[in-house]
C-alpha cells in the first residue's frame, strides 16, 4: 500500500509546493527530511512489530508515546498550556490509548511481547512523535516545501526497505484504487498538520492530531459495521471531551 500511497503523496505535496511558492531555506529542507525519515521508519517499525508482538499492546504504547514526545518537547521549549488545556491533554492520552487498543488478539497466531517487540514500539512511537517536532521546527515561510522534502525522504526510505526485503511489488485492481486515494488523503492530512502545527502550541495540536484513531474507530462503525469494545466508547467519549478542553483552554 505505501509503495504506491508515499510516491502519490509527494507528486501531491510536491505540486502543491510549486503552486504556492515560498523561499527554500535550509531549514525547510533539513527538517523536511528529518520528518520524512522519522516518519519512514516509524511506519517501518510499526509494521515489524505488529508482525511479531500482539496488536493489542504495541498500537495503544506506540500511540500514546507518539503524542506524549511534542508534548514533552513543547514543555522543554517553554509552552505552558493552561490548566483545562493541560487537563485535556491527560485525557487525549488515555483517549488514545483506549481506542488505540484492540479487544482481543486470540483471533491471531499467538505473539510475545518480546525484547525486540518492546524496542520496536518504543521506536514507532519515537519516530512518530519526532516526525510532528521536525515539521513543526521548520520555517514557518517556507510554504509546503517541508512536507515535499519529507515526502522524499519517506518514499525512498521505503522503496528501499521493500527492495532490501524483496517485497517491492504493487497492488493491483481494487487495493491498487485504494493506495492511490490514501496518496490523496495523506496528502491532503498532511497540508492541514502543517497549517494547523504553525498556528498553535506543538504540544496541543499534536494531541489533538493523535486522536486519529477515535475517527478510524467510527468509520469502521459506519462503513463497516464493526462492533467496538466498551473500551473504545470510553476512549471516544474521552476524545471528545479532550478536543472542547483543549480547544478552550
Same mark, same amino acid.
Given at each position: 500500500?505505501?509503495?504506491?500511497?508515499?510516491?502519490?503523496?509527494?507528486?501531491?505535496?510536491?505540486?502543491?509546493?510549486?503552486?504556492?511558492?515560498?523561499?527554500?531555506?535550509?531549514?525547510?529542507?533539513?527538517?523536511?527530511?528529518?520528518?520524512?525519515?522519522?516518519?519512514?521508519?516509524?511506519?517501518?517499525?510499526f509494521y515489524a512489530a505488529l508482525g511479531s508482538g500482539p496488536l493489542s499492546v504495541v498500537s495503544p504504547v506506540s500511540a500514546v508515546l507518539a503524542a506524549?514526545?511534542?508534548?514533552?518537547?513543547?514543555?522543554?521549549?517553554?509552552?505552558?498550556?493552561?490548566?483545562?488545556?493541560?487537563?485535556?491533554?491527560?485525557?487525549?492520552?488515555?483517549?488514545?490509548?483506549?481506542?488505540?487498543?484492540?479487544?482481543?488478539?486470540?483471533?491471531?497466531?499467538?505473539?510475545?511481547?518480546?525484547?525486540? =517487540? *518492546?524496542? !520496536?514500539?518504543?521506536?514507532? #512511537?519515537?519516530?512518530?512523535? &519526532?516526525?510532528? +517536532?521536525? /515539521?513543526?521546527?521548520? @520555517? %514557518?515561510?517556507?510554504?509546503?516545501?517541508?512536507?515535499?522534502?519529507?515526502?522524499?525522504?519517506?518514499?525512498?526510505?521505503?522503496?528501499?526497505?521493500?527492495?532490501?526485503?524483496?517485497?517491492?511489488?504493487?497492488?493491483?485492481?481494487?487495493?491498487?484504487?485504494?493506495?492511490?486515494?490514501?496518496?490523496?488523503?495523506?496528502?491532503?492530512?498532511? =497540508? *492541514?498538520? !502543517?497549517?494547523?502545527?504553525? #498556528?498553535?502550541?506543538?504540544? &496541543?495540536?499534536? +494531541?489533538? /492530531?493523535?486522536?486519529? @484513531? %477515535?475517527?478510524?474507530?467510527?468509520?469502521?462503525?459506519?462503513?463497516?459495521?464493526?462492533?467496538?469494545?466498551?473500551?473504545?466508547?470510553?476512549?471516544?467519549?474521552?476524545?471528545?471531551?479532550?478536543?472542547?478542553?483543549?480547544?478552550?483552554?
Amino acid at each position: 500500500m505505501v509503495l504506491v500511497s508515499y510516491p502519490v503523496a509527494l507528486v501531491l505535496l510536491g505540486s502543491l509546493a510549486i503552486v504556492v511558492g515560498g523561499p527554500i531555506p535550509a531549514g525547510a529542507i533539513g527538517w523536511g527530511l528529518a520528518s520524512g525519515v522519522a516518519l519512514g521508519l516509524g511506519g517501518w517499525w510499526f509494521y515489524a512489530a505488529l508482525g511479531s508482538g500482539p496488536l493489542s499492546v504495541v498500537s495503544p504504547v506506540s500511540a500514546v508515546l507518539a503524542a506524549a514526545v511534542p508534548v514533552v518537547i513543547g514543555l522543554i521549549q517553554g509552552e505552558r498550556p493552561g490548566l483545562v488545556a493541560a487537563s485535556g491533554i491527560v485525557l487525549a492520552l488515555l483517549a488514545v490509548a483506549l481506542v488505540s487498543r484492540e479487544a482481543t488478539d486470540e483471533d491471531v497466531r499467538p505473539h510475545r511481547f518480546t525484547r525486540k =517487540v *518492546a524496542w !520496536l514500539t518504543v521506536g514507532t #512511537g519515537l519516530a512518530f512523535g &519526532l516526525d510532528f +517536532v521536525f /515539521i513543526h521546527e521548520a @520555517p %514557518a515561510d517556507s510554504g509546503l516545501w517541508p512536507l515535499a522534502f519529507a515526502r522524499v525522504a519517506a518514499a525512498v526510505l521505503v522503496l528501499a526497505a521493500a527492495t532490501g526485503a524483496r517485497e517491492l511489488r504493487l497492488p493491483s485492481g481494487g487495493p491498487l484504487k485504494l493506495a492511490l486515494l490514501a496518496g490523496l488523503a495523506d496528502a491532503a492530512a498532511n =497540508v *492541514a498538520m !502543517l497549517l494547523a502545527l504553525r #498556528g498553535s502550541d506543538l504540544s &496541543l495540536v499534536s +494531541v489533538l /492530531i493523535s486522536l486519529f @484513531p %477515535a475517527v478510524t474507530v467510527v468509520l469502521a462503525i459506519v462503513v463497516l459495521r464493526e462492533r467496538v469494545h466498551r473500551g473504545q466508547v470510553l476512549g471516544m467519549v474521552l476524545a471528545g471531551v479532550a478536543v472542547v478542553m483543549i480547544t478552550a483552554g
